[in-house]
T-cell receptor
Framework: KQEVTQIPAALSVPEGENLVLNCSFT??????LQWFRQDPGKGLTSLLL?????REQTSGRLNASLDKSSGRSTLYIAASQPGDSATYLC??????????FGTGTRLQVFP | DVKVTQSSRYLVKRTGEKVFLECVQD?????MFWYRQDPGLGLRLIYF???????EKGDIPEGYSVSREKKERFSLILESASTNQTSMYLC?????????????FGDGTRLSIL
């Protein structure tokens, strides 16, 4: 059974820091891995999707990597800003269309 | 941009009521999903649909049903609402190319059952 774990559960950093969020999964047979952002009381916003054949994807200050063999993905946020404060979720896509989600990392960036 | 619209942001219902949650997407996506999100449990898949009139059970389908009569609309039905169905409900859609296309989510419906 696929399990997805995110560490740390919460993170508080000063503005300007570069930071790394971690995601690990137990079964490497995945179609892709997706990173989402969720603001309080809102839905999920898709940030990056890495296909199983890819190693990384970049969008602006965000960079996500994927190492299927070790069952790990990292989301790197450069030069963090208070507006980056949110919960970040990773999810792996298995089988047909099912996404298996981690429980998220709650990030707070203070000025 | 893909837009997934859920009909209500907040909803309060009573136990035993039949509750309908509606979701509409505007990108002609084949696949649609209903999740619920609870603290400490994360997001869990309730039902999904590959096409009109098609439905598949997710991980926690008990107490729910769905309807997909039109491609753009996917409804979640609580047949007889109970307090343990108080939760945040999230709808999502994606195209058929599951390897490269992300799931897009609506803003969620926070449902309270009294």
């Amino acid at each position: 059974k696929q399990e997805v774990t995110q560490i740390p559960a919460a993170l508080s950093v000063p503005e300007g820091e570069n930071l790394v969020l971690n995601c690990s999964f137990t079964d490497s047979a995945i179609y892709n891995l997706q990173w989402f952002r969720q603001d309080p009381g809102k839905g999920l916003t898709s940030l990056l999707l890495i296909q199983s054949s890819q190693r990384e994807q970049t969008s602006g200050r965000l960079n996500a990597s994927l190492d299927k063999s070790s069952g790990r993905s990292t989301l790197y946020i450069a030069a963090s800003q208070p507006g980056d404060s949110a919960t970040y979720l990773c999810a792996v896509r298995r089988g047909t269309d099912k996404l298996i989600f981690g429980t998220g990392t709650r990030l707070q960036v203070f000025p | 941009d893909v837009k997934v619209t859920q009909s209500s942001r907040y909803l309060v219902k009573r136990t035993g009521e039949k509750v309908f949650l509606e979701c509409v997407q505007d990108m002609d996506h084949e696949n649609m999903f209903w999740y619920r999100q609870d603290p400490g449990l994360g997001l869990r898949l309730i039902y999904f649909s590959y096409d009109v009139k098609m439905k598949e059970k997710g991980d926690i389908p008990e107490g729910y049903s769905v309807s997909r009569e039109k491609k753009e609309r996917f409804s979640l039905i609580l047949e007889s609402a109970s307090t343990n169905q108080t939760s945040m409900y999230l709808c999502a859609s994606s195209s058929r190319d599951i390897a490269i296309q992300p799931q897009h989510f609506g803003d969620g419906t926070r449902l309270s059952i009294l």
